[in-house]
């Protein structure tokens, strides 16, 4: 598998570096970066760390969004994949981020009751008036989806105040 990694990281760098030398336009630099960000997606959604940290090491942006708004954190969040949550959050990727609809991975994970997720997320401490395109907060959010009492937990462990969000 390391050997499948290392092989498609070098041919996306590879042709990505060739086209940028030697293209006369700016659409196959970008559709060559678009393939670049779906394979660093796919590979959050499949949950696997070690593409995901070749792409950091190589210096891809963390908070990089696909053509949905989503992080990879977001992504990972609202998949159920706790470890790559874990991976994202100790490179410096920004839990407070929010996507198209104003939502934070946080949110996301409570929507499919990812409560290990929550919990990690929850540590980020993102502002606690911070209001998704419905106008809604975290505990409103909560409240809607039926997570009320999973948000009091977490609240019970770290208060929700705005201290500092990673990754900015």
Known sequence: MKRFTHIILFCSVTI???FAISSDTDTVQ???YQSLIGLFFDATRI???EVINEFLDAGFPINQRNYQSYTALMVAAYQGQREIVQLLLA???NACLQ???GNTALMGALLKREIGIAKD???ADCP???LNKAGLDLKQFAEIYGQSEVLKSL???QPITSISSGGK
């Open 16 to 18: 990505y570096s060739t």
């Open 30 to 32: 970008e559709d060559l």
């Open 47 to 49: 949950g696997n760390g």
């Open 91 to 93: 490179r410096g990727a």
């Open 99 to 101: 996507d198209k609809r």
């Open 121 to 123: 997320l929850y540590q």
């Open 128 to 130: 606690s008036d911070l």
């Open 155 to 157: 609240a019970k462990q």
